[in-house]
């Protein structure tokens, strides 16, 4: 079973905007002391690090307490100290919000119908051309 340690912040949920507590785990350093760790604490394992650590990894994962849907996050770290978590807006998260039929440029087979997969406020969207049954993941195009 995979072992990770865990961050508990106030914080708002990236699906749903409800602001409370926020479990964050992390699959970061060393995670078998399973350590419950706050920010501005050492983190285990990364004694002398500096630097940004987030997805493609997916290192940084949380779950909301009430809409129960999830999100990647990315953890800046500072001298081997945790000092915050942000969302990653660019990583898809594994529950859906909704599933759409719609047009999708498929990297092995181009243009054809999909089924696309939304997650609310995180602009990704995660496809499976519905010929060739590729999956990927992109970025949402928005209007701006
Ligand atoms: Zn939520
Ligand atoms: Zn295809």
């Given amino acids: 079973m995979a072992t990770f340690n865990t961050c508990t912040i106030e914080d708002t949920c990236a699906r749903c905007g409800f602001f ?8 970061l350093g060393d995670t078998r002391p399973m350590a419950s760790v706050s ?6 394992g990364m004694e002398q690090e500096t630097g940004k650590f987030r997805s493609p990894s997916r290192d940084v994962y949380a779950e909301c307490p009430h809409c129960k849907k999830d999100w990647f996050a990315i953890a800046e770290v500072h001298n081997g100290r945790l000092v915050r978590i942000d969302v990653d ?11 759409v039929t719609a047009h999708v440029t498929c990297r092995e087979c181009g243009p054809n119908l ?14 499976n051309c519905g010929k060739c049954d590729h999956f990927w993941e992109e970025p949402l195009a928005r209007p701006r």
């Fill in 20 to 27: 409370g507590d926020i479990d964050y785990d992390l699959y």
């Fill in 39 to 44: 920010l501005n604490d050492p983190y285990p």
């Fill in 89 to 99: 807006r660019h990583t898809a998260p594994y529950i859906p919000e909704q599933t």
């Fill in 114 to 127: 999909g089924s696309v997969v939304l997650f609310g406020n995180i602009p990704m969207r995660r496809c």
